[in-house]
């Protein structure tokens, strides 16, 4: 049970997808969401990348 879901919640929902966006746009939808988790997880495994690490910050002359 997730959250108060339990089985028949879940089917009735399944059922109501299925009607809204049929059979054939399932396994799209399914894709898309597979690869917008796949970039969000990489994204947040990645490193910060800064270019300008290196360089030391400009100084600023007060006239």
């Known amino acids: 049970m997730i959250g108060g879901i ?5 089917i009735i929902i399944l059922v ?12 799209e939808i399914g894709a ?6 796949k970039n969000f997880k990489k994204a947040t495994k990645e490193p ?3 270019k300008d ?3 030391e910050p400009e100084k600023i002359e007060k006239d």
Request: hydrophobic share 50%.
């Open 6 to 10: 339990g089985m028949p919640e879940l």
């Open 16 to 27: 109501i997808i299925l009607i809204i966006f049929g059979a054939g746009k399932l396994p």
């Open 32 to 37: 898309g969401l597979g690869k917008g988790i």
């Open 48 to 50: 910060l990348e800064d």
């Open 53 to 55: 690490a290196d360089k």
